[in-house]
């Protein structure tokens, strides 16, 4: 049987979504539920820890696209800083590598936004109840699109590629060589089918895996 991790009281919720409307109305929302208290409320990935830290939830309801740390990130530090806080990744964007890399941050759950606050009420009961909440539709494309053939690195190096950065920008901040650098670009290229890396970066944002 999974472990039950339901609180005796209201269950404790932190919000982190960086449109404020939409972090404001799915706080009431939720606030509206028997037995629910959003307790935090944050607009940026890297304030998600110590508002955790902070307000200690039950439940934490994760974007993934925020200012200054993705939320799958987060989930990953959250798992290790605070242990017996559940996590549900909700995203506008379904995409497969975002529910893989989701699960292995050690998230509870993956749900899109599109859905009914019922639906999002019943997904955080039972995911303090043991329970593994994904998204049908997309837990079956992503079974069938297999794993990101990116590395680590890779990735680190398409991601430093916004905004124009140059090879020397892209060096400077991962501490690499430029070649190095070159060589990881090539083969982040290569492995995405694309001419050069802006593209190869989009591709790779389009499947969830950077």
């Given at each position: 049987?999974?472990?039950?991790h339901?609180?005796?009281?209201?269950?404790?919720?932190?919000?982190?979504?960086?449109?404020?409307?939409?972090?404001?109305?799915?706080?009431?929302?939720?606030?509206?539920?028997?037995?629910?208290?959003?307790v935090?409320?944050?607009?940026?990935?890297?304030?998600?820890?110590?508002?955790?830290?902070?307000s200690?939830?039950?439940?934490?309801?994760?974007?993934?696209?925020?200012?200054?740390?993705?939320?799958?990130?987060?989930?990953?530090?959250?798992r290790?800083e605070?242990?017996?806080?559940?996590?549900?990744?909700?995203?506008?964007?379904?995409?497969?590598?975002?529910?893989?890399?989701?699960?292995?941050?050690?998230?509870?759950?993956?749900?899109?936004?599109?859905?009914?606050?019922?639906?999002?009420?019943?997904?955080?009961?039972?995911?303090?109840?043991?329970?593994t909440?994904?998204?049908?539709?997309?837990?079956?494309?992503?079974?069938?699109?297999?794993?990101?053939?990116?590395?680590?690195?890779?990735?680190?190096?398409l991601?430093?590629?916004?905004?124009?950065?140059?090879?020397?920008?892209?060096?400077?901040?991962?501490?690499l060589?430029?070649?190095?650098?070159?060589?990881?670009?090539?083969?982040?290229?290569?492995?995405?089918?694309?001419?050069?890396?802006?593209?190869?970066?989009?591709?790779?944002?389009?499947?969830?895996?950077?």
């Amino acid at each position: 049987m999974p472990e039950d991790h339901r609180p005796a009281v209201s269950v404790r919720i932190l919000l982190a979504e960086d449109q404020g409307m939409m972090r404001s109305a799915l706080a009431l929302l939720l606030g509206m539920e028997p037995d629910f208290e959003v307790v935090a409320q944050v607009a940026a990935g890297d304030e998600i820890v110590d508002a955790a830290h902070l307000s200690r939830p039950d439940v934490a309801l994760l974007d993934i696209e925020l200012p200054g740390r993705s939320g799958l990130d987060a989930a990953a530090d959250l798992r290790t800083e605070v242990p017996d806080c559940r996590v549900l990744i909700l995203t506008t964007f379904g995409r497969p590598g975002y529910l893989r890399r989701a699960m292995e941050a050690g998230a509870s759950g993956f749900l899109v936004k599109d859905g009914p606050v019922g639906d999002l009420a019943k997904a955080i009961q039972r995911v303090l109840g043991g329970e593994t909440v994904i998204d049908p539709a997309l837990a079956a494309a992503a079974l069938g699109a297999g794993p990101s053939p990116l590395t680590p690195r890779e990735r680190d190096a398409l991601n430093a590629s916004v905004d124009g950065a140059t090879v020397s920008d892209i060096a400077v901040k991962l501490s690499l060589s430029e070649s190095t650098v070159r060589n990881y670009l090539s083969s982040a290229i290569g492995k995405t089918g694309t001419r050069n890396r802006m593209e190869a970066m989009r591709a790779a944002r389009q499947q969830g895996w950077l």
